[in-house]
């Protein structure tokens, strides 16, 4: 079992950048690609980024590639999140999600129903 928590949400103006990360605990995250998605108000959750288990692969939606990055630390269990250029649309919740995969991201990446686990979720702000 993996028990995945994220931090680092908070208010920012457009234009700004914040950094999310994503800690596993109960067991390492060697082994497990990890995605990060999004719920907005009224909507549904969309995929926003997946990163492969030893981080070589990355997979980004559209409306983030280019202005974010995800990373990750295996030593220290720990998934990141970097956005930048933020705009009043990417005001949600954001989930990371981890899935046993010793493989590269791709399209897949893209579904929730891939994951394995999830996170309780950190709200993004972001005013205009």
């Known amino acids: 079992q993996v028990q995945l928590v994220e931090s680092g949400g908070g208010l920012v103006q457009a234009g700004g950048s914040l950094s999310l990360s994503c800690a596993a605990s109960g067991r390492t995250l060697i082994g497990y690609a990890t995605g990060w998605f999004r719920q907005a108000p009224g909507k549904e959750r969309e995929f926003v980024a997946a990163?492969?288990?030893?981080?070589?692969?990355?997979y980004y939606a559209d409306s983030v590639k280019g202005r974010s990055t995800i990373s990750r630390d295996n030593a220290k269990n720990l998934v990141y999140l970097q956005m930048n250029t933020l705009k009043p649309e990417d005001t949600a919740v954001y989930f990371c999600a981890a899935k046993s995969a010793r493989y590269a991201v791709d399209a897949s990446s893209r579904e929730r129903s891939w994951y394995d686990y999830w996170g309780q979720g950190t709200q993004v702000t972001v005013s205009s």
């Open positions: 990163i492969s288990w030893g981080g070589r692969s990355t």
